[in-house]
């Protein structure tokens, strides 16, 4: 497999996450989203949205969107499992990861904040400002959804990572580079302690890919 991936990208790291905790290897194809490598036509021939990642599989099939490639990756290789076998429990750590992939990261990836500031001649302060204000409202949310739940085990799931986790990590990555005050979440700074240390994620971590800079 082919996993066309960006060092910054927070979908990308999703995906790196997930790949780790299921011990697959995987070839890495560098797509320099801010160099605009996504909009040339040798990319759009593989992923018409024109977005990372992308999961190119042997047989030459690709898969978009990195939740779908997530439960794609779970579903075909169900051990260690990132979804809960209990019903209710696998639509709650669904909700609570959508609430950061579907909510929270979508209005504040890099063509939106490249947008604000190019076309619609945003200020860098105000820029920021968007940023922060979405950040907040949806970790507030998702704080909350936490403190009010039976939580059984030091992650959403119990024991280990999951699919919540690899979500939460990456949003709160890009959230430090932000200089987003995290204070407020106490519930998710303590998640994030405990996964940043464990090796799957550490390996996964933008600062650790082969096209850092």
Known sequence: MKLYTYWRSSAAYRVRIALNLKGLE??????????????????GAINPQKLI????LDDGMVIAQSLAIIEYLDETHPNPALL????????????LAQAIAVDIHPVNN????????????LSESAKDTWYTHWILE????????????????PFLGGAAPGLFEICLIPQLYNARRFSVD?????????????CVALPAFKRAAPENQPDAQ
């Open 138 to 153: 949806g970790f507030a949310g998702v704080e909350e959804s936490l403190t009010r739940s039976a939580i059984p085990g």
């Open 26 to 43: 995987v070839e890495m194809a560098s797509v320099h989203l801010a160099k605009g490598d996504q909009e040339r036509q040798a990319y």
């Open 182 to 194: 995290l204070s407020p979440f106490p519930r998710l700074t303590a998640i994030e302690e405990l």
């Open 84 to 95: 809960p076998a209990d019903p209710v429990a696998r639509a709650r750590t669904r909700a």
């Open 53 to 56: 990642p992308c999961l190119e």
């Open 110 to 121: 890099l063509r939106v904040l490249k947008y604000l500031k190019g076309v619609l001649g």
